[in-house]
């Protein structure tokens, strides 16, 4: 898994900043439903793992009326969530790593939790759900240069 994470991140469509839901809500609000798709699939190889990236195009798929493929993002979408959730236990000691920020609130929110607050914790983001539960993401990718 490491040696994916580490070519994922050298690929050079690689965004630590990606945001693929802000990105493609203007096409998937118009039904432009095939936009999205070829938008997200632009972002490959960088967006792989990206929880998001999967979970737009399933539902891209169901738009164009596509039930398997949907199906097919949905497991990927599940299976990055799994790899992320694998990396640690998601407390400062043992954070889950992840390759951006985004991909740390599709955990939460996969989770059922509502995000209230995100700091920095030296090299850790930290972030509160309202519910009070608190965990840890590492974001640094030191784990790459390991």
């Known amino acids: 898994m490491r040696a994916l994470r580490e070519a994922i991140l050298e690929a050079p469509n690689f965004r630590p900043d990606l945001e693929i839901t802000e990105m493609i809500a203007p ?14 699939h632009a972002l490959m190889p960088g967006a ?4 998001s990236a999967h979970a737009a195009l399933a539902d891209a798929q169901r738009g164009l009326g596509n039930p398997e493929q949907a199906q097919r993002e949905s497991i990927l979408a599940q299976a990055a969530l799994d790899s992320i959730i694998s990396t640690g236990e998601g407390t400062e000691t043992e954070p889950w790593t992840v390759l951006r920020t985004s991909d740390a609130y599709d955990v939460v929110l996969a989770s059922g939790k509502t995000p209230r607050s995100q700091v920095a914790v030296g090299k850790l983001d930290r972030i509160v759900c309202t519910d009070s539960t608190v965990w840890f993401f590492d974001t640094s990718n030191d784990f790459a240069r390991t």
Request: proline content about 6%.
């Open 48 to 51: 792989i793992f990206s929880p």
């Open 27 to 40: 096409m998937m609000s118009a039904g432009d439903y095939a936009g999205a798709v070829a938008a997200v």
